[in-house]
């Protein structure tokens, strides 16, 4: 891994235990990703995609090899540690969204600043929604948002702690194609203003294709030319 | 921990969708916390009650008690006592209100000028305590009075004395109003008592010497060296320091009753709050792994629910402090007639404060139990679900459990007076708790291996709600359970004292005892009673006798022994009521030795009572010696007996053969039925009448006023058990309402598969009908053995459950569990599918 590399993953193994012996769902993966550059992971179902997303983004602690986010050895961190750097560090989108739903969308975004006390937290989300587009829909809750509504607000708040790296899981899985098409857009473009790298997991391969760089796993392994 | 303005906020914000369900939780802990508000509120002012009306509590400074006339020797000690001197004699007896012609059992005190030197009698006209001594008139108890519908005025016939009645006596000083009903009170002047003619040397009468001395009198330093002649001679000195002691031991158990029965509440509201809020929490395992995965501690997330959890506690303890400061107000009346005190009521801060921090901490380490497993949320579930709580064993939460169990025991030790009632109190309720909830894990095995395909499908599922996930099973086999258990136990030991113990008006069971009755009135009492068709069922003899010496030793030696070495005090110093006869009775039954039958040298051979020998610690051939009105007579055990003490008829601890006690001087007793109440009440006239020495006690009237005392203190018992039972409901409310939402996504889904609202009902009703079912059934059998060993060891009487009770209530439980849980789902049956959902 250079000081180019925001991400950088060696040889990583991650198996569990079950009543029929050991299962290994992911062999020896290495990869780097560079600052603000862009990733897709990419498999059938079953191949592994999302635990390499949770292991990189310290979700997960894996059974043999390491993880660098931003030269920091993620695999050496406890859980509070990995809390600590996700918090700094990271930002997350997921397939089903994943809002707080008793917190309005503008309460949903403050989250992440407010976790490590910085002020503004307020300003910065209500400029991040409207940025987004749903300047009028901040003290709205989950349930009064559509889909893609959602997933907007999910952006912002991904976006509100300024993140070297962003995790998205099937962003555009739970959306029609319309609403797919401008979450994409809008994702992207975030990326690109704020300078941040992304990984993303897709089985859209339209999707991977906007990426620099594609992953591809089968049976836990990468199988991609390196 | 430090809570952050960040936690609160996070709380706040959490719990926007749950409000109407958090603030029902904390319900279940309010009446609890009320219950032990106001307890320990009226235990502080018990406190100040007794420290204020200390000497009106004995009404002097000192009083000498004896159980027999005062000797020469007496009368000189007492003279040496000093200061203010009054004095009372008391004795049983029949009196008689010409004017009605009714009869009954009294207690009739004689007073001389004086009594009381503090407080005063509380009496209509208000100066009839001053003016009865110098009329002379009779003041008499206002139960009595209503009995007889008599007035002031009217005369009363005390033996062969007539007193016009000039007062109501309604309140004496020291003294309690629920234990007159047994002997209501007649005070009448000392000076007047010979004249009733009914105190003879072998009369049964209690001599009393009230002093006040002047105010700077040490009391009590003056009595320390004093007390051990007057022992010797039988004396009784009682200080008002003892009286607060003993006062304060019976108020202490009176309190600590109380309070267990109140913590009792709040461990039942404890155990629903923490079922209520393990489905909060896991509701939010989601939210929780969404925190985490956006940066915030194990510590962070946690600190979130426990401050909910605490806004709860606070909560409760508010709306518990202000009802228990409301049911103050009515706590004094319902224990007024057991105190001898005028209760005030005052809010007694400390202790109110002190009963909301006990309910607040309580409910925080319930709440703590399904709280502190969000620890080990794992942030991957918000990828994967199935990966959200580590399922491993959490030190933590042994802690928890271990700081609860101490928490527990501590209260209950801290309640009781004595710390093995308070280790006992901690492992019933750890062996109720426990066996309550081995049931209900019973039952969910069962429902899950006794479901068979050939079922109907209504029952399979009823059957089916009570294992599958978030099943309400244990929940409401606790609450519903302890409360049936600890309501049937007061009952079926209600029923035991009252029913079995004085069985009244039963085929050839005598409901009269006619005492006092003199040797040479004997014939004529019989002919009285014969000639109005009544049977004498049994006739005995009675002489009174003390212990002078146990194999041997002087009961003034046994007397100065160690505790734990020395028999009984009560045993050594109380007054035997003996007779002599040459064979069993119906309600006796020998257990060893030889019937005795003839003098052996000097020593009379005696039949002693089984458990009176062994307190006693005496067997066959031991020696005992009585004193016999000043006549020493030697013995020796040759027989012991079992006594039926259950049976209404003369019983004895020590018979006498015949021939050796014919010289002492005895009065005789005869037990009879009347077949009607008027017969009854026309005999009852006759015999005050002509022979106003004869006592008489109506059992029917004497299990009238045992009803009163009993029906009193149920009072107390039931208002203790309407917290619990009020607590179990609002858990099963509040567990009923909890498992509402997935009660309603399969209804909904039952119901868009074809299922009638009639098919969902049945669910419905198996489900809470076999909860309560088993619940009530769980509740009944521990009441049974609570009950039975309760009758058993504290009160020592065989155990004859009623077969009724237990059936009605498993009858009323199924029934209030069945219909509170229809009630609460009823919108579950009759709101359209889409209604729900979108209101959901």
Redesign the interface.
């Known amino acids: 891994m250079n000081d180019e590399s925001i991400l950088g993953v060696n040889a990583l193994t991650k198996s569990y235990s079950t009543s029929g012996g050991e299962l290994t769902v992911l062999r020896e993966v290495t990869f780097d990703v560079r600052r603000g550059r862009t990733c897709a992971i990419v498999g059938p179902s079953g191949s592994g995609k999302t635990t390499l997303l949770g292991l990189c983004a310290g979700l997960d602690q894996p059974t043999q090899g390491t993880v660098h986010l931003d030269g920091i050895a993620v695999h050496s961190l406890n859980e509070d540690g990995r809390a600590r750097l996700r918090n700094k560090l990271l930002g997350f989108v997921f397939q089903n969204f994943q809002l707080l739903t008793t917190l309005t969308a503008r309460e949903n975004v403050m989250v992440p600043l407010e976790l490590c006390g910085e002020k503004g937290a307020d300003h910065r989300a209500v400029e991040l929604l409207q940025r987004v587009g749903l300047g009028d829909r901040l003290d709205h809750y989950p349930i009064q948002l559509s889909g893609g509504e959602q997933q907007r607000v999910a952006l912002a708040r991904a976006f509100i702690n300024r993140p070297k790296i962003l995790f998205a899981d099937e962003p555009t899985g739970n959306l029609d194609s319309e609403t797919s098409g401008k979450i994409i857009d809008l994702l992207f473009d975030l990326n690109r203003a704020s300078g941040t790298a992304l990984v993303l997991v897709t089985h859209n391969l339209e999707l991977a294709a906007m990426t620099d760089q594609i992953i591809t796993l089968r049976g836990g392994r990468r199988v991609d030319p390196l | 921990m430090s809570f ?1 303005r ?1 936690i609160w ?1 996070m709380a706040w ?6 409000r109407r369900k958090l603030f029902l939780f904390s319900c279940s802990i309010v009446l609890g916390i009320a219950a032990l508000v106001s307890i320990t509120s009226l235990g502080h002012n018990l406190e100040i009650a007794v420290a204020e009306q200390a000497k009106s509590l004995l009404a002097a400074d000192l009083v000498v008690t004896s159980r027999q006339p005062l000797s020469e020797r007496a009368e000189q000690m007492i003279e040496g006592l000093g200061g203010e001197q009054a004095r009372e004699v008391s004795f049983s007896s029949m009196a008689l209100f010409p004017n009605s012609e009714g009869t009954r059992l009294v207690q009739i005190r004689g007073l001389t000028e004086g009594f009381p030197f503090y407080g005063a009698f509380e009496t209509f006209p208000t100066n009839a305590g001053e003016i009865f001594r110098n009329l002379p008139g009779a003041l008499v108890e206002e139960s009595l009075m209503k009995q007889f519908n008599a007035k002031v005025g009217d005369p009363i016939k005390l033996g062969e004395l007539i007193l016009p009645i000039v007062g109501i006596l309604q309140k004496i000083p020291g003294e309690a109003m629920v234990f007159t009903t047994i002997a209501p009170r007649v005070y009448i002047p000392a000076t007047e008592i010979p004249k009733t003619k009914l105190i003879k040397a072998e009369s049964l009468a209690k001599f009393k010497v009230f002093i006040k001395y002047p105010p700077a009198t040490l009391v009590e330093e003056f009595v320390k060296k004093r007390r051990a002649p007057f022992k010797e001679l039988r004396l009784e000195l009682e200080t008002v320091e003892d009286r607060k002691r003993d006062l304060g031991k019976s108020m202490n158990h009176l309190q600590t009753f109380l309070s267990l029965g109140g913590f009792i509440a709040l461990l039942l509201g404890g155990v629903g709050v923490a079922s209520a809020i393990h489905v909060h929490v896991k509701e939010k395992v ?2 929780v ?12 997330t946690l600190q979130i629910y426990v401050a909910q959890g605490m806004a709860l506690g606070l909560l409760g303890a508010i709306m518990g402090g202000i009802l228990g400061v409301v049911i103050q107000f009515f706590l004094p009346r319902v224990i007024q007639d057991f105190v001898a005190l005028e209760i005030q009521y005052s809010i007694a801060w400390v202790s109110v404060l002190g009963a909301m921090g006990a309910g607040f901490v309580i409910c925080v380490l319930f709440a703590l139990v399904p709280i502190l497993p969000l620890r080990r949320v ?3 579930a ?3 679900a199935t990966t959200a709580v580590s399922h491993h064993r959490d030190p933590l939460q042994w802690l928890l459990f271990g700081i609860m169990g101490l928490g527990i025991t501590g209260f209950s030790l801290w309640q009781s007076t004595r710390w093995y009632h308070g280790l006992a109190f901690t492992g019933g309720i750890l062996v109720a708790f426990g066996l309550l909830a081995l049931v209900a894990k019973l039952l969910i095995s069962l429902a899950r291996r006794a479901i068979t395909p050939s079922w109907p499908y209504v029952w399979r599922q009823g059957f089916a709600n009570l294992h599958r996930p978030n099943n309400r099973t244990l929940l409401l086999m606790l609450s519903l359970g302890l409360g049936t258990f600890l309501l049937l136990t007061m009952y079926l030991v209600q029923h035991t004292l009252l029913i079995d113990l004085l069985p009244a008006g039963k085929g050839r069971q005598p409901n009269t005892v006619l005492f006092d009755i003199q040797t040479d009135q004997i014939s004529d009492v019989e002919n009285l009673l014969k000639n109005r068709q009544m049977e004498v069922l049994q006739q005995a003899p009675v002489v009174t006798m003390r212990l002078a010496s146990v194999k041997g030793r002087a009961i003034r030696d046994l007397l100065k022994e160690p505790d734990h070495r020395r028999v009984p005090n009560w045993v050594l110093r109380r007054e035997f009521r003996s007779t002599w006869r040459d064979q069993l009775v119906d309600s006796e039954e020998s257990v060893v030795g030889v019937w005795p039958s003839q003098k052996i040298r000097d020593s009379i051979p005696i039949s002693l009572e089984e458990g009176i020998a062994k307190d006693l610690a005496v067997t066959l051939g031991d020696d005992l010696e009585f004193d016999v009105q000043g006549v020493s007579i030697a013995t020796h055990v040759a027989h012991l007996r079992k006594v039926d003490w259950k049976r209404m008829a003369p019983n004895f601890f020590v018979v006498f053969p015949s021939k050796t006690l014919e010289a002492a001087p005895a009065f005789h007793i005869i037990t009879t039925r009347s077949n009607t109440p008027e017969a009854g009440a026309e005999m009852q006239h006759a015999l005050v009448k002509n022979y106003p020495n004869i006592s008489l006690i109506d059992l029917t009237l004497v299990l009238k006023t045992v009803d009163t005392v009993v029906s009193k203190v149920s009072v107390a018992v039931r208002f203790m058990a309407s917290f619990i039972l009020g607590t179990g409901l609002l858990v099963l409310i509040s567990a009923i309402l909890t498992g509402r939402y997935q009660r309603m996504q399969e209804s909904i889904l039952l119901r868009t598969l074809g299922a009638s609202r009639w098919q969902v009902l049945q669910i419905l009703v198996i489900e809470y009908f076999l909860l309560g079912f088993c619940a009530s059934l769980t509740g009944v059998v521990l009441a049974l053995g609570g009950a039975g060993a309760l009758v058993f060891y504290l009160f020592k009487l065989p155990f004859h459950p009623p077969l009724l009770a237990p059936f009605v209530t498993m009858a009323c439980i199924c029934l209030t569990t069945m219909t509170t849980g229809l009630i609460m789902s009823w919108g579950v049956m009759n709101r359209p599918p889409l209604e729900i959902l979108r209101g959901e």
């Open positions: 952050n960040w906020l914000r959490d719990s926007r969708a749950s989601p939210s792994a969404v925190l985490r995965c956006l940066g915030a501690s194990a510590n962070q794992s942030p991957l918000v990828l994967r």
